[in-house]
């Protein structure tokens, strides 16, 4: 496999879409480093995914946290040499109309989604340099393309993704570092399970392939760009979304 021997960090990796996302790179024979808040859930995840030739490191923390950050990579750096590849996926919701929509869940969302994926990109940046190789992977969303009524703040974060997407990859392309976004549509994960089933059918009915995503489907498209047939591809944003957006 093309990431063979690389170690890939991923961020929100215990569950759903980033637990999908390091199973795939464990397939491609990657190390596997899971990040997440919550410590058991991080270090069963990475029990799960070890053997078979793959080694992986459970750290816990808070993406939005510096401090937390800069423990979660030299965690990293400490048991594997090195931090290749990179995939901000940690997210959150907390949805509400534009009006009713609180301060604090502005600032938590912009917090966590956004101001994570850029003290994680800052601390991988510093790693990849050196190396003169690295992927950073951003997981957006189509609605930071397209808004969605009632996120706002979400959706504000996931465009963000997109700004800090193109412009990594503009300061950190001559290293050889390329940063991409991946853009899911409608994906079937615990985040979307608690949606109203009208809004289920409303994204649904926005299908061309006629089914929700899984997490497998993302999984497969940041599998590709984190590897060697990728190489000439950087600032992109790839839609995973069944044709939703077009
Ligand atoms: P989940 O809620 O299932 O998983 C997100 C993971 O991130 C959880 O393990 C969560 O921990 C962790 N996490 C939350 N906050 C932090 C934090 N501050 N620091 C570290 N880790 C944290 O989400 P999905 O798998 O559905 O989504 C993954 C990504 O894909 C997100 O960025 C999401 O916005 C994006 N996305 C999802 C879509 C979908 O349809 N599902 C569509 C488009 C984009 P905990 O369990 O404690 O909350």
């Known amino acids: 496999m093309s990431s063979a021997g690389r170690t890939a960090l991923v961020t929100g990796g215990a569950r759903g879409i980033g637990y999908a996302i390091a199973s795939e790179l464990a397939a491609d024979g990657c190390s596997i480093v899971i990040s997440d808040i919550m410590a058991d859930a991080a270090s069963e995840a990475a029990e799960k995914l070890a053997g078979g030739g793959i080694e992986t490191l459970a750290t816990s923390g808070d993406v939005s946290k510096s ?23 940690a997210g959150i919701t907390r949805d509400g109309l534009l009006l009713r ?30 190396n003169r190789w690295g992927r950073i992977i951003n997981i957006s969303s189509v609605v930071g393309v397209m808004g ?34 991946v853009a899911p549509g409608y994906i079937q994960t615990e985040m979307t399970e608690k949606l109203p089933e009208a809004v289920k059918e409303a994204y649904m009915s926005m299908l061309q392939i006629k089914r929700p995503g899984t997490p497998q489907d993302v999984a ?26 077009m």
């Open 101 to 130: 929509l609180d301060e604090k869940d502005w600032d938590l969302v912009l917090s966590v989604n956004l101001k994570g994926a850029f003290l994680c990109t800052k601390a991988a940046a510093r790693i990849m340099m050196k």
């Open 67 to 89: 401090a937390d950050v800069e423990r979660m990579f030299a965690a990293a750096v400490g048991k594997f040499g090195a931090v290749d590849i990179l995939v901000n996926n």
């Open 220 to 245: 497969r498209v940041v599998s590709f760009l984190a590897g060697d047939k990728a190489e000439y591809l950087t600032g992109l944003v790839i839609n995973c979304d069944g044709g939703m957006l």
């Open 148 to 181: 969605n009524p009632g996120q706002a703040n979400y959706s504000a974060s996931k465009a963000g993704l997109i700004g800090l997407t193109k412009s990594s990859a503009k300061e950190l392309g001559s290293r050889n570092i390329t940063v991409n976004a």
